[in-house]
């Protein structure tokens, strides 16, 4: 488990985090993954159809063997499995009252 | 083959509900919301499945009668997130949603089902569903797992705060639905007028505001809000391991792999010799000889030469239906996903392509996992360079006679070694192939995110996981008896006629088409070191590929067919030089030596261009192959 106090309070993409990590979405920035396989109007809308919202509490779970990917990120009551290349439009915080 | 197959045709039950008076009721839901487990608790075996006009997407139909005695013809329509469509499954079911598919399924309720023990996601769908103008009953499915979990929900809550009708429902258990089916009845009662919809597909802004107002309800009727599911989250720790979980899908695949081939020999065998006696019985039928050699060589050999693979079928659709009832395919499909990507291909590509090692035909039939239609032609495309279990006839025959018994660097068979370079071969081919066919067709090198809800794990249920067999095992064999069975017929014809002329000496098949398609084709296969004799086995050996075994022995004139192969074995050994034989194993790595295989692209992908690039593309690398082999071998001098 990484130490959590260097992410206090800093925005970081969710792509970048390692696992352990617990936060809050507080945006969702398309141009953050601009390598990611979808247009980004399109990679906004299927992030927030699978739950990544601004406000859901995320912690990312699981990741693959090779280059750490995939990752397996729970979002509010969900599991979604997703690349790191598109979970770096999700921007993530340490905010007040996470644990 | 748009028609409808009868899972059960109710033996004296009673009359066939019509589907005039027949309400619709379509049941909507998030992928994993146990919809399927309901549709099967609702209707039991009283289920149809078939296709949608124009595409492969199945459609799931089936017939109950309310407790209050009312006709309702249920639709069990694809998963999905939302009803902006990304895949020609959600395409369907937006458009069966809208009203816009004529014909028996236009609904007159939608039944949203949604998992108890995860609302979220489901609660921004009804919203969306609201907006389309027609009635709309919440099914909380899955309710027993998640009192479970200390998630209490205030039911009547949350109908006054959406408007619409609430219940909930255990599909797994007996009298699970009884809340469901009172509320249908209730409903369905009334008299119900349809709003006109007022859907559009939704930007970016309006699915977050729709999410926004899911999270307040959600906050509003949650009383307690749970905890995880502590088994999924210790399962997971072990079976998302970066490197045990990896060691234990390896360990599942095995074992899956032994099963297709070990367990279902003897069945295999079963089948294959009761067609055998079969076909002897009526080769001994007093008809006459064109006759019984139609229905000898051409059906019954034809037809068991395709049922012989429905153990393999029954038992690898066993194991993909478990392990996806389970929560673990998923799974399988986040641990591989680097891997697969690698080639250009979908974590979900996995299973599919390892069940073509036992049989192209269900490894094709298994790509309706993934969801893309690209990376689902392109695992299609690919799926017959694994090399399936029809080929090891052929590779055994040709190994024993011409590749000597002994052993290399001290411990390892050369024959094994030969047979493992040529299993290597089909994979790395099939790998190369989907990297090329993404980077030049597709023009991409990004590609399809890959983006998948692990679900809770669950335990399956018996019943759901037969009737999925049995709906896989049906497709199958219609499959087999249309086009399949008119390819077999063709080739019987190809290799019996002309009939031989009187006192004619050589073996029948030397008069036939095939013989003159075999000899006109020479000199094209002259560079491959084929004689004409093994142009001739290959027009049979189209049928399926150990066939091409049989013929060899009929061309070759030795009594007893495939038993004979040790015999076969030894006339090739004088008849052929090594790099004839070589050739002949680089052909059948790549060649598209398999109507069936041919005839089941063609019904999955919808029509005859994919199953022309398939075989045009494979028919192609097995020359460069077999050329490449014969010409090096040769001036190495084992011409």
């Known amino acids: ?99 | 083959m748009n028609g409808s197959v009868d899972l059960a045709p109710p033996p004296g039950a009673p009359g066939p509900l019509s589907s005039q008076s027949a309400r619709v009721v379509a049941l909507v839901g998030n992928p994993n919301c146990g919809k399927t487990a309901l549709f099967n608790a609702l209707t039991g075996s009283r289920q149809k499945v078939a296709n949608y006009p124009g595409v492969t997407v199945e459609k799931k139909t089936g017939q109950l009668t309310t407790p209050g005695g009312r006709a309702i013809r249920i639709v069990d329509l694809p998963g999905t997130y939302s009803l902006r469509a990304r895949s020609p499954d959600e395409e369907i079911t937006r458009d069966v949603v809208l009203g816009r598919l004529s014909g028996d399924v236009t609904p007159d309720l939608i039944v949203c089902v949604a998992d108890a023990s995860n609302l979220r996601l489901a609660l921004r769908l009804v919203l969306e569903l609201k907006r389309v103008g027609r009635p709309v009953l919440l099914s909380l499915n899955m309710m027993d797992i998640a009192r479970k979990r200390g998630i209490d929900i205030d039911v009547e809550k949350l109908s006054a705060a959406l408007g619409l009708p609430v219940v909930s429902s255990v599909a797994v258990r007996r009298g699970g639905t009884e809340g469901l089916l009172a509320e249908l009845d209730r409903v369905l009662s009334r008299e119900m007028a349809h709003q006109p919809s007022d859907w559009h597909a939704p930007d970016a802004r309006e699915l977050r505001g729709t999410q926004r107002e899911a999270d307040r309800l959600l906050q509003l009727v949650l009383r307690n809000e749970g905890r995880l599911d502590p088994g999924t989250a210790k399962a997971d720790a072990i079976l998302l391991h970066p490197v045990a979980g990896i060691v234990i899908l390896l360990a599942i695949l095995f074992v899956m792999f032994q099963a297709v081939f070990a367990w279902a020999r003897p069945l295999m065998d079963l089948i294959s010799d009761g067609f055998t006696w079969f076909g002897a019985l009526v080769g001994s039928a007093p008809l006459p000889e064109v006759l019984r050699s139609f229905l000898k060589d051409g059906v019954i050999a034809g037809v068991g030469s395709v049922i012989v693979f429905l153990p393999q079928i029954i038992i690898l659709f066993f194991f993909i239906l478990l392990l996806e009832d389970l929560g673990y395919m998923a799974r399988a499909a986040f641990l591989m996903d680097k891997i697969m990507g690698g080639a250009g291909l979908h974590g979900r590509a996995f299973i599919p392509l390892l069940s073509s090692f036992a049989c192209a035909i269900p490894g094709i039939m298994a790509t309706r996992v993934i969801d893309d239609r690209r990376d689902r032609l392109t695992t299609i495309l690919v799926a017959p360079l694994m090399t399936c279990s029809a080929r090891i006839p052929v590779y055994t025959l040709i190994i024993s006679a011409f590749i000597p018994d002994r052993e290399v660097w001290g411990f390892v068979g050369l024959q094994g070694l030969v047979m493992f370079g040529l299993y290597a071969c089909g994979i790395v081919g099939a790998l190369t192939v989907s990297f090329v066919v993404k980077r030049l067709f597709w023009r991409t090198t990004a590609g399809e995110p890959f983006m998948l809800e692990l679900p809770d794990y669950k335990i399956p249920q018996a019943k759901s996981l037969a009737l999925g067999i049995w709906a896989r095992a049906l497709a199958f064999l219609k499959r087999a008896g249309t086009t399949i069975l008119s390819m077999m017929i063709l080739i019987w014809v190809l290799a019996s006629f002309p009939t031989p002329p009187e006192g004619a000496t050589e073996p029948a098949i030397d008069y036939s088409f095939a013989a003159t398609i075999g000899h006109a084709i020479e000199p094209v296969t002259k560079p491959l070191g084929f004689n004409w004799q093994i142009n001739v086995a290959l027009i049979p050996g189209m049928a399926a590929r150990e066939v091409a075994v049989g013929a060899l022995g009929t061309i070759y004139a030795i009594d007893g067919g495939e038993e004979a192969a040790e015999k076969i074995g030894q006339v090739l050994t004088g008849q052929w030089s090594l790099a004839t034989a070589l050739a002949l194993l680089a052909w059948y790595i790549f060649a598209p030596q398999c109507a069936s295989t041919l005839a089941v692209i063609r019904r999955e992908t919808g029509g005859w261009k994919w199953m022309a690039v398939t075989f045009f593309y494979m028919l192609a690398l097995a020359y460069a192959a077999a050329l490449l082999v014969y010409q090096v071998a040769t001036a190495l001098g084992a011409g």
């Open chain 1, 1 to 99: 488990m990484p130490d959590q106090t260097i992410f206090r309070h800093r925005t970081i993409a969710l792509g970048d985090a390692p696992v352990g990590y617990r936060g809050l979405i507080v945006a969702l920035d398309m141009n953050g993954a601009s390598d990611a396989g979808l247009p980004g109007s399109e990679l906004e809308r299927r992030l927030i159809e699978l739950g990544f919202v601004e406000g859901a509490q995320v912690e990312l779970l699981h990741q693959g063997l090779f280059g750490g990917d995939p990752i397996a990120v729970r979002v509010a009551a969900s599991t979604i499995a997703l690349r790191r290349r598109e979970a770096k439009a999700v921007l993530v915080s340490v905010g007040e009252g996470v644990p």
